[in-house]
């Protein structure tokens, strides 16, 4: 069978148990119980490569000892393991303190998971399925990788999904253009599911790791921030798919209530790449955590200001962001001003509102700056919808190859032979701060829609006004007439 087909019969049974419910509840399932099979898995590699090696998960509740048998336990005797041995245990492992400890990754996962399945036969059923998966092959390991990238693209009714989905052709583009290189401290403060994270490892695979100090080097530069439970397990089980030892530098934590100035200089990062959540407004009290000219309760604006100052000297970041970001006053004029005077605020992306959907409708941007020296002048380009279609949507979303346009007019790493045109055109900042930092820059190419002259429009409305009248009162007197008889 598919690695694609035992994820989906693995929800199929799912949907047999009175325990679980929703899209929300049935990933979550998956992932604990995945994350149990890809820790043990990638054990037993370890402890046959390095002699003395120790799990962190002790030796009663590894995968290997009580599910992998396909006769072992099951039914209620299956149910109480899990809830009253399993989970209680794997909750609360002691810590050693020491960095790389692997039981500080299993407790954070556990932390936050639930058991919601409540037939034992039923879970014995799902965990004879992820038994089949061998995830030390890596044909398999790759295979299973692409289909939990979709199981999380599908994820559509567990809550407030889009705060932590970015569509996969938006963010390869951003990597894409920012190149990171092993051994760059490379942070996602909001970073979901870990998009960003395993599109970055993929592309510095491809194109720089060449020796195992180079994978070393790579994922030792790696931080990351998620709030929320599910996504949090999600990206950290993501990147054990994706070949990451300790995965601990995904923190369960909200990278807003740790107060702006207690980031010191050697906590500074060479890039940040993030789609911090937008629309939402942070709980009572994170803002004081922000000096008083940058303090607002609108989360993205809090992200922007925390990354300006994240960035090292030279750092780069790409950030996505909303269209009131772009336009907003008040508090967005001042980080806005400040973005501009700190980095090179050298391109925006402007994207059509369907990129999103269907987790938002609402239009975004792509920014690119860096860190040092202040913006002389910005790049805009609009991204079009493909020809013959109207709008993106999930059947339909935005692809690589979209973007291909952009890529090619980019200019490589310097930015250098860039042309304006249909697509394309550059502000000054003069301009821009005479705009009072309005970056909503529309293309001056694209030419207003002609809707015709006031006057005549009124007179036309005037006229089906009266049409509209005179037929009413015909209908009536035709209803009158009929009722008379």
Not at 138 to 155: A, I, K, P, S, T
Not at 394 to 418: F, N
């Amino acid at each position: 069978m598919s690695v694609r087909n035992t994820v989906k019969s693995i929800q199929d049974i799912m949907r047999q148990d009175s325990g679980v419910d929703g899209d929300a509840q049935r990933i979550s399932q998956l992932c604990w119980m995945f994350f149990l099979k890809i820790i043990d898995d990638q054990d037993q590699e370890l402890e046959e490569m390095s002699p003395g090696y120790l799990s962190p998960i002790p030796a009663r509740f590894q995968w290997r000892n009580w599910a992998a048998d396909p006769e072992g336990i099951t039914g209620d005797a299956l149910l109480t393991f899990v809830n009253a041995e399993l989970f209680p245990a794997l909750k609360t492992l002691p810590l050693t303190g020491q960095p790389g400890d692997r039981r500080r990754v299993v407790r954070g996962v556990f932390e936050d998971a639930y058991n919601y399945m409540k037939s034992g036969q039923l879970m014995r059923q799902v965990v004879n399925k992820i038994a089949g998966v061998d995830f030390n092959d890596l044909v398999e390991r790759r295979h299973f990788g692409e289909v939990y990238e979709q199981v999380l693209n599908d994820l559509q009714s567990a809550g407030n999904a889009g705060e932590y989905y970015t569509p996969r052709a938006v963010t390869a583009f951003m990597v894409d253009r920012i190149d990171p290189r092993p051994g760059e401290t490379l942070f996602d403060p909001a970073c979901g599911t870990g998009g960003f994270l395993t599109c970055s490892m993929r592309h510095m695979r491809d194109r720089y790791v060449k020796k195992p100090e180079d994978e070393r080097r790579m994922q030792g530069a790696l931080r990351a921030v998620e709030k929320k439970p599910l996504p949090h397990m999600l990206c950290v089980t993501n990147m054990l798919l994706h070949g990451v030892e300790d995965p601990g530098f995904v923190r369960h934590d909200n990278t807003l209530a740790r107060p702006y100035i207690s980031y010191s200089q050697s906590e500074r990062v060479d890039i940040v790449l993030t789609n911090p959540p937008f629309g939402g407004r942070e709980e009572d009290g994170i803002e004081s955590n922000f000096p008083q000219h940058f303090r607002t309760r609108e989360t993205a604006d809090l992200f922007l200001a925390l990354i300006i100052r994240l960035l090292k000297p030279g750092g780069r970041a790409a950030v996505v962001l909303p269209d009131g970001s772009l336009f907003g006053e008040g508090v967005k004029t001042r980080l806005k001003e400040h973005l501009m005077e700190e980095c090179n605020l050298h391109t925006i992306v402007r994207l059509p509102n369907s990129v999103f959907r269907p987790y938002a409708s609402i239009g975004t941007n792509l920014l690119f700056f860096e860190k040092g020296e202040p913006t002389r002048e910005t790049w805009f380009w609009e991204h079009q919808v493909p020809e013959g279609q109207k709008a993106y949507s999930m059947t339909r979303p935005i692809r690589q190859e979209h973007l291909a346009d952009c890529a090619a007019w980019w200019g490589g790493a310097s930015r250098t032979g860039r042309v304006e045109g249909l697509q394309a055109w550059r502000v000054t900042a003069e301009a821009v701060k005479a705009r009072g930092y309005n970056l909503d820059i529309k293309n001056p190419s694209t030419v207003a829609e002609d809707h015709g002259d006031p006057e005549t429009l009124l007179a036309e409305l005037d006229a089906a006004e009266a049409e509209t009248a005179r037929l009413r009162d015909e209908l009536k007197a035709i209803l009158a007439e009929a009722l008379a008889r």
